[in-house]
């Protein structure tokens, strides 16, 4: 039986799904690789100061932005500088190119993950309704722990999205796999023991 996908109540709470690594404990922080790059300081908000709201690009041809206040879910599209975007139809004066109407679902994944160990990590998956501005739904969408056991580093991505495990190991002597298994839960207290209850499937499978 497919297990529902973990959904939030606002993005706070989604941020907040933890707060520090379960390997290393140190802190965990939103990877800006997700965030509308020009617009991000080295704490990952807007450079402009506003620490209360994150960006996404909705178009990266034309720069538009879509940014979401942490504490509220109020959502705003903000359209790029147009003013150099002009058209030049012959004498007289020229038209602004006009700004695109956005409208249906935007997604967006973000992830979160140590900077310290780069042993754990998770995504969400964002639903935006560009036509109402606003958020529309928030997901766990996968989460991944890896784990070093003597020579042999096992990674598990459980993405929840299509209840599938993914289950990876790389020896030190180059040899890899990689399997996918039905979903299993993650034991974050004890990985290793995540570890053993998939090697011990892969025996009796």
Not at 30 to 46: K, M, P, Q, T, V
Not at 49 to 65: H, M, N, P, R, Y
Not at 132 to 140: A, C, E, H, Q
Request: proline share 5%.
């Amino acid at each position: 039986m497919n297990l529902p996908v973990p959904k939030f109540n606002s993005f706070k709470e989604a941020i907040g799904y933890r707060y520090t690594c379960p390997l290393c404990t140190s802190n965990l922080y939103i990877n800006d690789r997700d965030l509308a790059r020009d617009l991000i300081n080295d704490h990952g908000h807007e450079s402009s100061g506003d620490t209360s709201k994150i960006s996404f690009f909705i178009s990266l041809i034309e720069k538009d932005t879509i940014s979401i206040d942490l504490e509220t879910d109020e959502v705003q599209i903000i359209f790029n500088d147009r003013m150099s975007k002009t058209i030049w139809t012959g004498p007289g004066t020229p038209k602004i190119q006009a700004p695109p109407i956005y409208n249906g679902r935007f997604m967006h994944g973000l992830t979160i993950d140590c900077k310290n160990c780069c042993q754990y990590s998770f995504t969400l998956q964002i639903h935006f309704n560009l036509l109402n501005k606003v958020l529309s739904g928030i997901y766990l969408n996968s989460e991944t722990i890896s784990i070093e056991d003597g020579n042999i580093v096992h990674e598990i991505k459980n993405s929840y999205a299509a209840q599938v495990t993914y289950y990876s190991y790389f020896m030190k002597d180059g040899d890899s796999k990689k399997l996918p298994l039905p979903l299993i839960p993650l034991n974050l207290l004890d990985p290793k023991e995540t570890v053993a209850r998939i090697r011990n499937l892969l025996i009796f499978s």
